[in-house]
């Protein structure tokens, strides 16, 4: 380049590490890449002693600035107070690099990227990652392979008198002031990379910076978020519902809250659902279609989505998942994302249901490590869990964001025997099923308990739904179907949203809505800006919720679509709701489903099987109900194999079409008993429209597992 005499060409692109975080740069892109290895830095101490030194200097706190900001001038010169400069000295000996941390820093790698194209922003104003994930993937190739080379070369120095494990976190905190909380401390000695290859031994963290200037407001103002998302629950079974289920901390929620009686899930089956509450967008577009296996699909939420745990963390907040997570876990030899790659610092939970049932689960993880066998009851467990982490690792100063998703009621269920037997015999299983929903009730009640004891009840927003209705079909009161339809019946949830803080009390909202308004409606409670460049489905819902509801505005019509289920797709405007039927087939063996079923039925009669005399199509019991008979439930698993979503599907999912349609008038006909079309044309003229049109939209977006 000097000489003017060769052809430039750099062997390794430019490459940059501070702490765990680096920068990539290859030609107009760089590549912004935070680290998996979590920064130990007493953030808590750090927000006391900034505190401690506001209290000491009084009114001359702006004089000692100096017309600098205040973080900067805690890292520049010093004051002319010696109890406050003494104070700063412990405040910028926190940020000083700990040679403990090596270890950690050498088995890192990487989380969240961004990235940039400095030939048109040079400033680094505009994140364009999500746009361009060709570039992406191949600069974090890059980026992970120099990382790797980096850290193999690198020495390990440790201490004079400390050697250095790889242990706890809080071998990695060393005693640097009397101010330090040790209940703060983040206790990590069981986080472990075992779910597959790609799973972090730590959760992706913020620079060090970033994290700084999250938390440095004199005081926390924003509300705490917590999610309570249950598995499978019916439209009518909890008591402020009209269900038969005894739920008193519930009913007690929605009346000091917003009780949503016209609500829905994301979609009518798991994996889509909750990929759409993460995101705020259609299931499709962020790429799950279906109900995911880990071991048998590629498929997962795709990492470049944005997830509402992104956006909180990125405003500062404690992000926690726990629970069930049936988005995608690398398992075997697939590398899919976790949740930290979602945005999560701290995630314990399940590929998918509790197994072997609700009782003593053996598959929960904390960090990507296997537990073993736990004691007691998932909904118990998950709010164990959630309580110790308010005890242990929750900073004060500091909004979280706790996601509890848990398992009950879906099957294999099971709940204590003193709760069933007030619903009817212990092997009854509509009795066991009310049982889990009963302990769920308690277990959130529980929660409740300790944010008051934490004074941070009032001041939390609280979200309570199911991720589609119930495959009880008596469970889901008067509306049409079950879970994995299309009909309300598999949509239409309960929806509960309350914040002392911020919504008035007592509230019942009839206006369509759904888990797909989450994320924009946490943004606009919370004040905290949408994510920018990314389509969101979904509406924000705060106007509703604070008395401005002439400035509501549904920008595109509520719309659920499943490609295995007829109708295939729904969409909402008001009272009406129009269905479409696909107008091709899938390439299922119906006859050899049906021969299976027929089989297990005959097996369930002989035995005048409990599983049969209980209510319900034994279709959908094929589907969600594990047989006591060994035979019947190895019928059953088949079955299910037969059924089982196929990502060689794809392609005809992404070109088909419908072929017919159905109109339904809910505030008259909320059972969905008769089409109304030929009535309102005009109506479902224009639905059908807005139906093909978001179809095309949410198909163009979706990605093509089958071609992974």
């Known amino acids: 380049l000097l000489t003017g005499t060769e052809t430039f060409e750099r062997h390794q692109p430019l490459f940059w590490m501070v702490g765990a975080n680096m920068l990539l740069r290859m030609g107009d892109h760089t590549l912004l890449a935070f680290g998996t290895a979590k920064s130990p830095i007493d953030f808590k101490t750090a927000e006391q002693l900034k505190k401690r030194i506001k209290e000491v200097l009084g009114d001359d706190f702006e004089k000692e600035l100096g017309g600098m900001d205040f973080r900067s001038r805690l890292f520049s010169g010093r004051f002319e107070n010696p109890e406050a400069n003494q104070l700063k000295d412990q405040h910028r000996e926190l940020y000083y690099f700990n040679e403990a941390w090596i270890p950690e820093l050498k088995k890192g790698g990487i989380g969240r990227v961004q990235l940039y194209d400095l030939s048109m922003d040079l400033r680094q104003q505009n994140d364009i990652a999500n746009e361009n994930p060709e570039i992406v993937a191949r600069m974090k190739e890059k980026a992970a392979a120099i990382y790797a080379s980096v850290m193999a070369d690198a020495p390990e120095w440790p201490e004079p008198d400390a050697p250095i494990r790889s242990g706890t976190r809080q071998e990695f905190r060393q005693s640097r002031s009397s101010l330090r909380d040790e ?66 901390t519930l009913d007690k929620l929605a009346a000091k809250g917003v009780r949503l009686t016209d609500f829905h899930s994301g979609c009518a089956v798991c994996s889509p659902s909750r990929a759409t509450v993460m995101t705020g967008r259609h299931h499709i577009r962020s790429g799950v279609y279906h109900v995911i296996s880990d071991r048998d699909h590629a498929m997962h939420l795709l990492e470049s989505e944005v997830t509402i745990a992104e956006v909180l963390k990125e405003n500062g907040y404690d ?42 689960p053996v598959n929960f993880h904390r960090h990507g490590k296997p537990l073993g066998r736990i004691e007691g009851y998932a909904c118990q467990i998950v709010v164990d869990e959630a309580i110790s982490w308010l005890e242990k690792e929750r900073q004060a100063d500091t ?21 069933v037997t007030q619903y009817g015999d212990l092997d009854d299983p509509a009795a066991i099923y009310s049982g889990t929903i009963e302990n769920t009730d308690r277990a959130i009640g529980r929660l409740f308990e300790k944010l008051n004891t934490i004074d941070e009840f009032e001041n939390t927003i609280i979200v309570y739904a199911s991720d589609n209705g119930s495959y009880r079909t008596e469970r889901n009161g008067p509306l049409k179907q079950s879970k994995g339809s299309n009909f309300e019946g598999g949509i239409r949830v309960p929806g509960i949203i309350c914040w002392l803080d911020g919504i008035s009390t007592g509230q019942v909202e009839k206006e369509p809505a759904g888990m797909v308004d989450l994320l924009p409606t946490i943004c606009g409670l919370t004040g905290i800006d949408k994510p920018e460049g990314v389509h969101l489905d979904g509406s924000d819902l705060s106007p509703l919720l604070t008395g401005r509801r002439s400035e509501f505005q549904r920008h595109i019509p509520l719309f659920f679509l499943l490609p295995t289920s007829n109708p295939m797709a729904t969409v909402r405007d008001g009272r009406f709701a129009l269905v479409g039927y696909r107008d091709y087939e899938l390439p299922k063996d119906l006859k050899a489903m049906n021969g299976l079923m027929d089989q297990v039925e005959v097996i369930l009669k002989l035995e005048n099987s409990a599983e049969l005399r209980d209510g319900g199509r034994l279709w959908s019991k094929m589907f969600n109900t594990k047989f006591a008979n060994k035979e019947a439930e190895k019928l059953r698993v088949d079955f299910l194999k037969l059924n089982r979503f196929q990502e060689s599907w794809i392609p005809t999912i992404k070109t088909g079409g419908y072929k017919r349609f159905e109109l339904y008038d809910l505030d008259a006909d909320i059972g969905q008993k008769a089409d109304v079309a030929k009535q309102h044309p005009a109506i479902a003229n224009r639905l059908k429209q807005q139906l093909l049109d978001i179809t095309a939209s949410v198909m163009s977006d979706g990605p093509d597992w089958n071609q992974e």
Not at 399 to 419: G, K, M
Request: charged share 20%.
């Open 183 to 248: 209940t703060a401390m983040i206790h990590g000695s069981d986080r472990g990379a075992t779910l597959g290859p790609t799973v972090s031994n730590e959760p992706t963290s913020q620079t060090n910076e970033q994290k700084v200037l999250a938390t440095s407001a004199t005081e926390k103002t924003r509300p705490n978020v917590v999610v309570l998302y249950v598995d499978d629950l019916g439209w009518q079974d909890i008591g402020c519902y009209g269900g038969p289920v005894r739920t008193p």
């Open 319 to 360: 992000t926690v998942h726990l629970g069930k997570w049936h988005m995608g876990l690398p398992l075997g030899d697939r590398k899919k994302p976790t949740p930290y790659d979602h945005g999560f610092d701290y995630w314990f939970g399940t590929e998918n249901t509790a197994h072997p049932s609700h009782k003593d």
């Open 399 to 419: 909004p979280f964001f706790l996601n509890i998703w848990f398992h009950e009621p879906h099957a294999p269920i099971a709940a204590p025997d003193e709760i």
